[in-house]
């Protein structure tokens, strides 16, 4: 019987060739590659693109987010991000409980509008309890009262070249070298014609809190959270995000972080 | 498939036969890499919401945690890295919680070494994970129609009954460092990487695709198996717990057999096995 009956010596002679490779591939040895800009970190964010159009094909254009029971709302909607703008003008709507809103929207429209809340209010209106899932990992479960984007935007007439529409808020976050900026997002047309997709003015039966984006947030429930503008100003139709801050189509894109947030 | 029987100084008979395709090589070595980005890049964004939960949503006014990783400053005014799995605290200082040098000590959940990229980073962390999910899915998906194709998976990956009839004895033998090498896998083998290959690996895409918003939308049937998607997510982690001990095993029994007609075997298919073996000893 020919039997391999272990050799200590062998095996700690391999055993340690294989363990001293390890810190050769070191975490810090690939920040380097890894910088906003760099090229391989460009090519992998590609894969983005192909998650875009793979989930686009494989969810279709009308799948609902899941939506839940009364029951299942357990905690108040955890505030993220900003949660107390400073912003003079937002100030001064707040202090006057927002009695002077107006939701501007402009861009690529036949009918320019601009909307105070109980014009926002008299329109049709849609309340569903959904899942919010931040991109950090946590979620949350909250009702949601709101306009439908769609019948907003089909009171301002979208003209057929438009294939965006981007969200301007009041809250500017201060996010290191880029210094201060307003925070923006926009999505494509699918997802703002989706019937989840709704400009936010309850949460939880109740008025939407200044913490969670009084008094007009976005809800986009096929996405992540940071999609979700909060404290909007205006909307903009638009045929191309290049105009838009640094061109990424959100402040978080601005920053690294996918403009695509369906995974 | 037998080739060239050659003599061992040891006086031996052995013979090199092909053990692994081209197709079980290129896989096998794909996952490697990739596996390797997904664990570091996972744990990269894992630190963004140091705690996993049980059910559909993350306990902020209720408790339904089962894991979390915190500093935490103590009366005495250090930081401590506390550890809370399944209600128990754990001091885990210097590795969790609170890791890096003594004098510039970083308030993270894994530490510094462990993440892609080094500091945190959790939007390259996302873009770096996503890549090779891509990847590793694609993998598996080749993998599972070569194999269908080549044979692999129905003859070295699938159990049969006799396979599973010998494994407290082929257990006997992996406990008393008793490697018989045959053409082919012995039953612990075959069981090891059937769970590995066709349970663990699309549990991982699974539970990862179950944490998409899209995809909730678009297959609800998937929080429904797992139990929703905090659950998903603690299952995911789980997984890659369950993977990094499969890893362990799996080195530990390569340079226990052989590290270097293991590895050859990997690289260039060719495995020398025991000839007496090949001649249809009882255990096969």
Known sequence: ?263 | MATAIDKQHDGADRRTIRRHGLATRITHWTWAIALYFLLLSGLQIFNAHPSLYIGEQSGFAFDNSVLSIRAVRGADGEVQGVTTAFGRRMDTTGFLGVSGPEDSRAYRAFPAWLTVPSYQDLATGRVVHFFFAWLFAATFLSWLVASLINGHLLRDILPTFSDIRGLPRSFAEHLRFRFRHRRSYNGLQKISYAVVLLIFFPLMILTGLTMSPAMNAGAPWLTEIFGGRQTARTIHFLLMLLLIGFFAIHIFMVLAAGPINEMRSMVTGRFRIDLEATEGGPER
Request: proline share 4%; glycine share 10%.
């Open chain 1, 1 to 263: 019987m020919s039997r391999m009956i272990i050799n200590r010596r062998r095996f700690l002679t391999g055993a340690g060739v294989v363990v001293s490779t390890i810190p050769l591939v070191g975490c810090d040895a690939l920040d380097g590659m890894l910088s906003d800009g760099a090229t391989v970190r460009e090519a992998m964010a590609k894969a983005n693109d192909l998650t875009y159009r793979v989930q686009r094909f494989l969810i279709g254009a009308h799948s609902l987010a899941e939506e839940f029971s009364e029951s299942e709302i357990r905690q108040g909607q955890r505030p993220n991000g900003s949660t107390d703008p400073t912003d003079a003008t937002y100030v001064a709507l707040r202090n006057a409980a927002f009695a002077d809103y107006r939701l501007e929207i402009a861009g690529l429209v036949d009918r320019p509008l601009s909307l105070s809340l109980d014009q926002l209010r008299n329109m049709p209106s849609r309340t569903q309890i959904t899942r919010h899932d931040c991109v950090e990992g946590w979620s949350c479960i909250a009702k949601w009262t709101g306009v439908p984007l769609a019948a907003v935007l089909d009171e301002a007439r979208v003209r057929p070249e438009a294939r965006y529409v981007v969200f301007r808020c009041f809250d500017t976050m201060n996010l290191g070298l880029s210094g201060e900026s307003a925070y923006y997002e926009s999505i494509d047309m699918l997802d703002a014609r989706h019937p989840q997709t709704i400009l936010a003015y309850g949460l939880n039966g109740g008025p939407l809190p200044v913490a969670n984006g009084a008094p007009l947030r976005l809800r986009v429930e096929r996405q992540l959270g940071y999609k979700m503008a909060k404290y909007l100003r205006s909307i903009e139709l638009a045929s191309d995000l290049a105009a838009y801050g640094q061109g990424n189509g959100g402040l978080w894109e601005d920053l690294g972080y996918d403009w695509y947030a369906g995974i």
